[in-house]
């Protein structure tokens, strides 16, 4: 194992060793094995959005194969999706790429203001489909935050006790946040923080914006003079309000764009420290030759390639 | 064990030895160990109010080894915080300072008019980071203070099975309280008599201001001639009110500011008979020299040096 | 035993033996020990109304001590007061008063109109501290009577399993009634007779007033010739309307007064059949000699002396 | 991953994807990393045969640190020990070889007849060590091989829900067997059938001799001309007779012998279709360059090189 | 804390933090403080032999405090006895000494050959109790020892999800070993190999003699030239034998004999590179004066002075 996967073991002192083996099973898979860096392919847009939305830009996304089989060809670190999509692949694929198990999901069916996902899966799922981790989605800033908070706290015990992590998205979104405002600066740091001292081991989050949400917050930003002007400055921002880097936060690239534009995002959270991308349709909507030659290069600009 | 601490345990004469044992390990701890008197470092900011907000007039604090250390290396009797920040640093420095998991947190993403802290850690929680109490912090005043008594009343009794003690946060807030009555004398000692009544091991408050909020008690302030003109005599009668003194209540020292206004108010605070004081940003938002200097300094006022 | 203790006992025939046997301890403790006549001490003031409107006329009642010992040298039957004046003696008081553990209590802080108790206890906290019986509180006539009732109905069931018996205050209030209608005599007994048809098995109301609040009931009371000009005849029609005399019915005092007219009340309220009277700003706000020579008064008259 | 290691998961098909991901994970780790070959090291010496007789002769292995380390230089699939010898090392090493966690053990303190393992560790345990597998000894022909196979079946079970292959050590022993008849062929192969009929999934037997000790068997053998002259012949018996080969079976080499004695036998049982070695004291009580020599000869060999 | 217990701490990696903070206060705890040595007094003969063996010599010792008090005032790291000297001792001597809740005794009334001990307490009950761990006797080589292993098995798991570690009394006995083998180097050594594979995180055992009982044992001893003669040489193998030092392995000291003998045998022991000294007999059964010149002086052995 590598000093650098050794040294980010170390951050979670509290855990026991089931834990800290399948946090070192994520970072020692794939084209990035080792670095301490992750490319995660995430695919819940099914359950979310609907088929149509997800898998009409690239039709053999309708197909549960051709997801697993993306992420083991580019050598990602794992696979994340809600319990469908894994049930349907991982006994043909058993120990080919690290799965995750997204326990709560949206969808989009139901017009109401507040998201208010359910929990579709449990813990001992993720154990029988050989899991290496739970995932689980926090809503902060919504009306139904503390319902989410008080039943990730719930499962992330119960995981850790059969030995594994949880990787926890934090979305800010409802009525305590402005549309603008769910990728501002201040909101998503703040996310982050609270994901990491609710147990999160990883951390996922959007990239933010160059915009303040909070006024409280943007005094302080300003009489402190942290920088929000480039991505990579926010990056850092947000990595930082992990407990400064010490815990593992990997960024999506939001909506489905072009490879440049995607890429110099990549380049730009890099720079500011991040541990990696989680990236769903930006991959798998497009042709696979394509959706792998794009996660190559995503996996070249982590590894500082 | 000094005489004091003794004393001080025999007010507890229904808990178990557990609890008893608990509550002596964090009078026998740090500079103020046998007196008993109280420091205590809580950093629950990061959650409550955002990570810029709480940490970046001081980034080393971004760390949770940070706040640990601080709390060690000052001689506090314990350390609080949420469990994020407790499992990031439990393993490595077991047995260096007693824990305190606040087991619920308010966050400021949610704009919402009542407080409604989130439940994020628990009994178990505690027991396998080898706490030495729970916190939990209570709104009197507010709209869903019921369901925060309720859910309080069970993790005492949960926590007391297993003899952990409870400190309970009383922070008067909500619809039931004006702005300038959430410290109003009255309000402050109603909140901590129900923290008592509660079965609140410990009780932490606000430093009450010489104002009178309820009608009804004003009256009864004025008839039998309660002193509330200087700080050490409003301190006095907060005391008084929960259980005449048998219980134990310390007070925090609310936002940050200059050196020589914390030292003046916690003169007072000891002067009024308090058990302590309980300081966050004051202490974590000051270079780590200048808060040694400080936590040095309350600690000799309450010591009585 | 006496045969009048035995005779009340009989009321009592579907009950287990453990709510028998604690009745009786009740009925054989103090000074009335063996009439079947009570004189409870109360004290759920500092809850209910804060510490200083209820401690500040007598400030040795800021101290937990001071009640129980109150009640024992009084010659009380029971102390009855929330979980932590409880827990502060409890232990070293342990045998030497019937204890209450009142469950559920209204604050003062929050301003709303409906009243709307907490639980802050449990039947297992009312084992646990040695209590003969648990007390509750209903709103008949308020917006969440409902929820008050239902939580009931499960303690009563849960006690008795572990034979402890309920004593219900049952308190007329809320937007169902008139304030002047809180003390009617129809709604007094009305609040009785539900009381008792809930399973409590001691119910204290408050004396009440020559005075009709429902038209219905209005019609019926006069249109049978029932008494209702002397306050013993109004008693004497409450403790009808709780099971024809066949469960205890204790009256309150009410606001502090003088001591002839406590006095004068409690004749006229013994005149009327009641089982005794339930004592506790008149009692407690009183210098302790008075205190214990107004509470002699009252014993005094219960037991027909 | 390769074809190979496909076929052999193809052969567990009614197992639960997490059970295959394992039993992947067994098979793509070390030096033998996908070719379907094992060889693992087993040390429960000090449990069963006591520290000297087990570490003397190399003290490095009294240290737990020694053994994962030779398991993890020498390229091994897994490394198996009872409970203490893993959590020794299992948080420092976390992700750095598959852990298999032996539940039962004998000592050899106990002077008794029959073999009568304790069971010393849980599914539990293995969870959150981080275990790949669980590991059971059977005894064949033993007084107590009734409630040791009933034993072994719920743990199967059990260790199959939270998907955890099991491993049976299979060693005829007993009041059923002759000291010789512990490794005749028809011993062997019948306890590896009755493994593989008692549901484990990789099974460890010794090194069958030409010698059958069954009469009603021997018949059978001549008359069907089962061929035992040689140990490749005997192997290849062993392998048929766990399913037809669709069980994976590993050999243990038993007591220490010299390198040349160890690689020739390792030879036959490479050449009779084994699916490995499992190697303890042949490895851990030579200085670990020699046994590094010594396991990356039989590694080679199972590889086919 | 002083760099050797942290180094100690750091053996017991997989531990989560409740069990490492309690090891940290075993030796965080009196005279020996920081040194990582200990010096435990354990009072369970009134069970084990009876109450006139155990305190008739000092009578003393009949009063449940006495021992409590001896073990504070002589400064042991901790106390350790069955649940009714605990329950006698706890709630008045809260937080002045760690308690060690021993889970199991056997008595003398029942004649058996074979050592059966009882479980007398609970994890439950230490906690209730504040404990700082728990303890436990096995007895290797007794023909009940397998229902002691899975007994001691489930105990150590379930303490260790609560925090508290598990001291194991390893006393070989029973029809597995001579009269004489009891303390037979190789037979002590085995005990504390196993305790340690069971997961003990402290192993007691007694002083091994000059002698070798199994034959298969005593050949590897004498081809290997371990060496046997002084006590100093055996227990410096007996320490290796717990994980090469990395167990704490700590010695008692037996039966009751003169000061000379039993500080000449400390000091063997001391060299021998143990852990320290548990100490009953040795210390209760001497006047109190006496008692606690004695454990100074042992205190002072082991602390190097």
Redesign the interface.
């Known amino acids: ?1 590598t000093a650098r ?1 050794k040294e980010i ?1 170390s ?1 979670y ?13 994520l ?2 898979t794939g084209k990035l094995a080792g670095t301490g860096k992750f490319v995660i392919l995430p695919v819940d847009q099914g359950f979310e959005h609907g088929p149509a939305r997800s898998f009409a830009p690239n039709p053999a996304g309708y197909d549960p194969r051709y997801h697993v089989e993306l992420a083991i060809e580019a050598g990602c670190n794992a696979y994340a999706a809600p319990l469908g999509f894994l049930e349907a692949v ?2 043909d694929y ?3 790429v690290p799965l995750i198990l997204k326990l709560n999901n949206s969808d989009s069916l139901a017009k109401v203001g507040e998201p208010c996902p359910a929990v579709t899966g449990s813990v ?1 799922d993720a ?5 290496a981790a739970i995932g689980y989605t926090i809503y ?4 139904e ?2 319902a989410q ?2 039943a990730l ?1 719930d499962l992330i ?1 119960e995981a850790k ?3 594994l992590p949880t990787v926890v998205w934090a979305y ?1 979104r ?4 402005s549309k603008e405002g769910e990728t501002a600066l ?2 998503v ?6 994901a ?5 081991h990883i951390i996922k989050v959007k990239p933010p914006k160059d915009f303040l949400e ?1 006024a ?2 943007k005094k ?2 300003e ?2 003079g ?1 920088p929000t002007a480039t991505l990579r400055d926010r990056i850092r ?1 947000v990595v ?2 992990a ?2 880097g ?2 593992i936060v990997i960024f999506s690239g939001g909506e489905a764009k072009g490879t440049p534009e995607v890429l110099a995002e990549v380049r730009e959270i890099a720079a500011g420290g991040a541990f990696g991308s989680i990236m769903g349709r930006n991959a798998f909507q497009r042709p696979k030759a394509e959706a792998l030659e794009l996660l190559a290069a995503v996996m070249a600009i982590h590894a500082g390639a």
Request: glycine fraction near 14%.
């Open positions: 194992m996967v073991l951050w002192g509290s855990e026991n060793p089931g834990v800290k083996a399948n946090l070192a099973r970072m020692n991982a006994g058993a120990g080919d001992e154990l029988r489909l050989g899991c902060p800033g919504s009306g935050r503390n908070y008080e706290r015990l006790a059969v030995g800010p409802g009525a305590g946040v201040d909101v740091a703040y996310a982050a923080q609270m990491a001292q609710m147990g999160a909070q409280e917050a302080v930003y009489k402190y942290i921002h930082q309000s407990f400064n010490r815990r």
